[in-house]
């Protein structure tokens, strides 16, 4: 668990930098050495990293060249188009699903990695990246690449739009004994191979989520509306030529 937590921190790292603008599209990545020195990890690691990278279409590898990060404008217009309820309902969907399926199929092995990302998460060491791997570790067990593959697309828009970015930070920062307890059942209901109950854990998650995204945005248009009142206050109201006139 541990050096694959790893791993994906890296990945996230150089996704970020990516998105950022500091490795351009086209342009190539420093060598492995530079890499490893950079994130201050082995070189394997970085190896690891660039795989996924690969993988998930960020970068080219060319034999003899270097790893080259590829062109994602047109996937990228796209993506901001989606909004994080969008995206959270159609996680809810495609996961609620890949949980019933996993359920039948999860090994001894996956639950017990599993059981690790819960440990991390609990102990809040790497959260964001613990609990990626804890829905991709579900996602691999159901032995459909296709499910696999669909999972770490829908969080690589989780991570990539800014929007969604900022509106999952506001309801997930403040909720991590939601979170855990959550995650549990999920697993419980892995661990006990019960389709249904693993199907219906997912779906309680992601509603929570998805009424919490609700009542963050209904908090920011109240306080937008307080904004604009106190505006008008101060423009139209009467306390200050009163007190101008009484003296």
Known sequence: MGNRRL??????KIESLINQGE???????PPERELAEMFDVSRPTIREAIIALE???RVEVKTGSGVYVVEQKNASIKSKEISAFELTQARALI???IA???AQ???EEELEQLNKTLIAMEKGLYVEQADREFHEIISRATRNKALEFAVSNLWDLRLTNPQIVADYSSVCKNNNECVMDEHTAIYTALKSHDANAARSAMHKHFNRLINAL???VESRALEEIKRKNNEKRGLYSLDGLVNKSAH
């Open 105 to 107: 199929s999860i090994t």
């Open 23 to 29: 490795f351009s599209a086209g342009s190539r990545l």
């Open 100 to 102: 019933a399926l996993a």
């Open 7 to 12: 791993f994906w921190r890296i990945v996230d």
């Open 95 to 97: 996961e609620g699903e």
């Open 214 to 216: 609700f009542d963050a």
């Open 55 to 57: 993988v998930r279409g």
